[in-house]
């Protein structure tokens, strides 16, 4: 089973920019879309981004759209998350996931396999 593994979280003030990026153990990586979750303390894991299994569409929450980017390098089994203009309500922990299938990401309830995270906390 692949894993996943993701860095590159921080502390970062308002306004600021992040990228965070999540590495797959194997090769499985590229016939799969991705997406990625976050969670804040006391709140329910959601959805915030995912790209298909080439890095021709990308989806984003209404929250994060226009300022996150998504998007993957298959050469190195490697997808990323560009977050920009962050707002303290961006913080949490993030997570990414393989998706279903090519083109579809699985909902929250949907995945058991999680991975650490990393955590991105947007502060002054």
């Known amino acids: 089973q692949v894993q996943l593994k993701e860095f590159g979280g921080g502390l970062v003030q308002p306004g600021g920019s992040l990228t965070v990026s999540c590495v797959a153990s194997?090769?499985?990586?590229?016939?799969?879309?991705m997406a990625w979750y976050r969670q804040a303390p006391g709140t329910e894991r959601e959805f915030v981004a995912a790209?298909?299994?080439?890095?021709?569409?990308?989806y984003y929450s209404d929250s994060v759209q226009g300022r996150f980017t998504v998007s993957r390098e298959n050469f190195d089994n490697t997808m990323f998350l560009q977050m920009n203009d962050l707002k303290t309500e961006d913080t949490g922990r993030y997570y990414c996931a393989l998706g279903s299938n090519r083109e579809h990401w699985r909902s929250v309830d949907e995945i058991a396999d999680w991975g650490q995270g990393t955590q991105v906390t947007v502060a002054s």
């Open positions: 790209i298909n299994f080439i890095g021709s569409n990308t």
């Open positions: 194997d090769r499985t990586f590229v016939d799969y879309a």
